[in-house]
């Protein structure tokens, strides 16, 4: 369904603009050559990003700090499986979907876990990764309050997913 | 501000992996980083090529100027310091709106090119305004109404209920965004300097 929608949408900004005389083939390889520049200058960003990443998971710390955290967080009723996911959800979003897989493969994805991890990884964005990739765009150091907002709403996301758990499923 | 975070999830990491005795822990998450990396650029790069091709077509025959003029109270609201027919409020409504519709990968270059609009109305300079730390807010909390990837993945595991989180997800995303852009207002409103 949503792909038919973007299709049709692509087709009907195309249509419009033949319907309006603009050259969209020519209109079209200039705003893909913009494209194309703009990526390969966000390599450097993702790099830096995903080396701290890779190594917290292939040293294991991301596995110690969920097995330390555990014991306080099972009587919230969070499944200890799901921690990983919070704690990498703000730094990878591919990293925090193979945590995900990894609980629909164990548990299956109607279990607590499975559907709480559902909640976590569909209902926020990965705020590290957004933070480096659009200041790195425009040269911004200075981010001012951006980092207090970004991870209050991570942490109001991480209680508010249990609530609605509870509320929904139990 | 991302200086002092890099360096404390690295110092963090390979401290630890000293700790664990894995020497070659550094080097190995050097490569594989390095690989993602570069295929997701790679990745990135046909994807922004392509929607952007479309956006300039947009742009030509008037349609992000028009889409502009409709969100103007909505844009108006959110970014105060934001003139209403900038195209800096086009593509903030773009991105918001593909992030809304689930499709993150089109989310991502209206993102960036409303960032290099925000950034010519800050006279670019290396400090983000507040309308940048609004729109930052807006994108980490993500509120998505259509999450593709969550919903082919529970398919992909035989779910009996594949949807079944879908309102519990829907108000989490949506405490996540109110909660973001109150601390995002009380913060612009105290003229804060740091987080």
Request: one cysteine or more; proline letters at 4%.
């Given at each position: 369904m949503?792909?038919?929608?973007i299709?049709?949408?692509?087709?009907?900004?195309?249509?419009?603009?033949?319907?309006?005389?603009?050259n969209i083939?020519?209109?079209?390889?200039e705003?893909?050559?913009?494209?194309?520049?703009?990526?390969?200058?966000?390599?450097?960003?993702?790099?830096?990003?995903?080396?701290?990443i890779?190594?917290?998971?292939?040293?294991?710390?991301?596995e110690?700090?969920?097995?330390?955290l555990?014991?306080?967080?099972?009587?919230?009723g969070?499944?200890?499986e799901?921690?990983?996911?919070?704690l990498?959800?703000p730094?990878?979003?591919?990293?925090?979907?193979?945590?995900?897989?990894?609980?629909?493969?164990?548990?299956?994805?109607?279990?607590?876990?499975g559907?709480?991890?559902?909640?976590?990884?569909g209902g926020t964005?990965?705020?590290?990764?957004?933070?480096?990739?659009?200041?790195?765009v425009?040269?911004?150091?200075?981010?001012?309050?951006?980092?207090?907002?970004?991870l209050?709403a991570?942490?109001?996301?991480?209680?508010?997913?249990l609530l609605f758990?509870r509320?929904f499923?139990? | 501000?991302?200086g002092?975070?890099?360096?404390?999830?690295m110092?963090?990491?390979?401290?630890w992996?000293l700790?664990?005795?894995?020497?070659?822990a550094?080097?190995?998450?050097?490569?594989?980083a390095?690989?993602a990396?570069l295929?997701?650029?790679?990745?990135?790069?046909?994807?922004?090529?392509?929607?952007?091709?479309?956006?300039?077509?947009?742009?030509?025959?008037?349609?992000?100027?028009?889409?502009?003029?409709?969100?103007?109270?909505?844009?108006?609201?959110?970014?105060?310091?934001?003139?209403?027919?900038?195209p800096?409020?086009?593509?903030?409504?773009?991105n918001?709106?593909?992030?809304l519709?689930g499709?993150?990968?089109?989310?991502?270059?209206?993102?960036?090119?409303?960032?290099?609009?925000?950034?010519?109305?800050?006279?670019?300079?290396?400090?983000?305004?507040?309308a940048?730390c609004?729109?930052l807010?807006?994108?980490a909390?993500?509120?998505?109404l259509l999450?593709?990837?969550?919903?082919g993945?529970?398919?992909?595991?035989?779910?009996a209920?594949p949807?079944?989180?879908?309102p519990a997800?829907v108000l989490?995303?949506l405490?996540g965004?109110i909660?973001?852009l109150?601390i995002d207002?009380r913060c612009r409103?105290?003229g804060?300097?740091?987080?």
């Open positions: 949503a792909e038919f929608l299709c049709a949408l692509l087709l009907a900004v195309l249509a419009y603009g033949l319907y309006r005389g603009v083939y020519e209109a079209f390889t705003g893909a050559a913009q494209g194309l520049k703009q990526a390969l200058s966000l390599i450097p960003y993702l790099l830096a990003i995903m080396v701290p890779h190594l917290w998971q292939v040293s294991g710390l991301t110690s700090l969920t097995k330390l555990s014991p306080f967080l099972e009587p919230l969070l499944p200890g799901v921690l990983p996911l919070i990498l959800r730094l990878s979003g591919s990293a925090s979907l193979g945590v995900l897989t990894d609980i629909f493969y164990q548990l299956g994805p109607d279990s607590a876990a559907l709480l991890g559902s909640i976590y990884q964005d990965t705020t590290f990764f957004v933070i480096s990739l659009y200041y790195g425009v040269k911004v150091s200075d981010g001012r309050y951006t980092l207090k907002a970004c209050a991570d942490g109001a996301v991480a209680v508010a997913g758990l509320l499923f139990s | 501000m991302l002092k975070i890099w360096f404390a999830l110092a963090a990491g390979f401290g992996s700790l664990q005795g894995e020497k070659g550094f080097l190995q998450a050097a490569v594989s390095g690989e990396s295929s997701y650029g790679l990745k990135l790069a046909g994807i922004l090529g392509f929607w952007l091709g479309i956006m300039e077509v947009a742009k030509r025959a008037g349609l992000v100027d028009r889409l502009a003029a409709l969100s103007r109270p909505l844009i108006r609201w959110l970014f105060p310091s934001v003139p209403a027919d900038d800096a409020a086009s593509y903030i409504l773009l918001l709106t593909a992030n519709l499709m993150g990968n089109a989310a991502t270059p209206f993102g960036l090119k409303a960032m290099e609009e925000l950034s010519r109305l800050n006279g670019g300079s290396r400090r983000a305004s507040a940048m609004t729109f807010a807006l994108n909390a993500g509120l998505t999450p593709t990837t969550v919903l993945l529970r398919l992909a595991f035989g779910s209920a949807a079944s989180f879908l997800m989490t995303g405490t965004t909660v973001a109150l207002r409103k105290r804060d300097r740091r987080g």
